[in-house]
């Protein structure tokens, strides 16, 4: 979009990009606990789109949504590294439950049920569904990881990003960890496997998958979570 003048019409761009800011913002949110509002991520992913349009390039080759998406997800990410997002606690409480997952799964030679993954923590399956929703789901390498911790722990991309081998992308390129992520997708329960593809693959949002499934989205993001718990549980070794 150019003005009459032949430049580059930001104030147009801006408002054609904002469901981009959206999306972007939604599908992050549900990897977050929920002390973190959705509107403060729209507002820094806005911040990022117009510092995209103050540094794109048409000789570049890229295409300006490609970029902006970039620009718009590292300003989210930024903003999410200098908060305590996540506090230990919730990471405490993840962490047991891929255990409690891998645990039962050695034992019984399936994945197990909701109630049975309550049980082994010792809590009733109100409370158990309950947690999910508090900690919520978070990707196979944790966004906490991307940066480092309140205890100064050394962050995710600080251990990696200057050792290409050890590069996120290349890693997940390996066909050995390809082929065990998608043999773990595989042996997730139907219900929740089925919520993966929409979310991840279909690029729907909770809300949307709640209302093919007729049920709340809480549940949905109860459901998310315990699906990344058992997809983390699986690849420990890897």
């Given amino acids: 979009m150019y003005t009459p003048r032949g430049r580059l019409d930001r104030e147009a761009l801006i408002r054609q990009y904002v469901p981009l800011v959206q999306r972007l913002a939604h599908h992050m ?17 806005m911040i990022g ?7 794109f390039e048409e000789s570049h080759g890229v ?6 998406t970039q620009r718009i997800r590292g300003a989210m990410l930024d903003e999410l590294r200098e908060g305590d ?8 409480n993840q962490k047991q439950i891929e255990q409690a997952m891998h645990r039962l799964e050695q034992r019984l030679g399936r994945p197990p049920l909701e109630s049975e993954i309550a049980a082994e923590l010792n809590m009733g399956l109100s409370d158990y569904q309950a947690l999910l929703g508090r900690v919520r789901g978070t990707q196979l390498v944790y966004l ?9 722990e050394e962050g995710f991309l600080d ?10 992308m290349s890693l997940l390129k390996d066909q050995r960890l390809r082929s065990a992520l998608v043999a773990a997708i595989e042996s ?10 929409m979310y991840y693959e279909q690029d729907m949002n909770l809300k ?6 007729g049920v709340t989205e809480s549940r949905v993001c109860q459901l998310h979570s315990q699906s990344i718990a058992r997809l983390r549980a699986k690849m420990r070794s890897h």
């Avoid at 997730?188 to 593809?197: A, C, N, S, T, Y």
């Fill in 29 to 45: 949110i549900a990897k977050l606990p929920p002390n973190v509002e959705l509107d403060d991520l729209v507002q820094v992913g």
């Fill in 49 to 55: 789109l117009v510092d995209a349009l103050s540094r």
């Fill in 63 to 68: 295409q300006f949504e490609t970029f902006a």
């Fill in 85 to 92: 997002w996540l506090s230990r606690g919730s990471r405490k």
């Fill in 144 to 152: 906490e990881d991307i940066g480092a911790h309140a205890e100064d």
């Fill in 159 to 168: 251990r990696h990003v200057a050792d290409e081998a050890a590069d996120p």
């Fill in 188 to 197: 997730l329960p139907e219900r929740e496997r089925h919520i993966m593809g």
């Fill in 208 to 213: 949307e998958i709640a209302a093919v499934l």
